[in-house]
């Protein structure tokens, strides 16, 4: 299980101050807000989580924090 996270910051050196001490993968979108990703994704606030299977599959749509764990272990079974 890895952890990703996609940085929306305008700023790089905002985002790498904040990423220097993360322990997960942090990546940075040059087009920061402006991303088309967004609404791709439907990403309605952020953060958004999304939790994919190996190939990179969306499986599920985390609400917050709390129920990550949860959801995970629900697909662990």
Known sequence: MAIYQVSLDDSKLVWEEKAANVPWVSVRDENGPNTTYIASYNV??????????????????????????????????
Request: net charge positive; aromatic share 6%.
């Open 44 to 77: 309605q606030s952020i953060p958004t989580l999304f939790i994919m299977n190996k190939r990179g599959v969306i499986v599920s749509r985390a609400t917050d924090f709390k129920t990550v764990d949860a959801e995970i272990a629900k697909l662990l079974k």
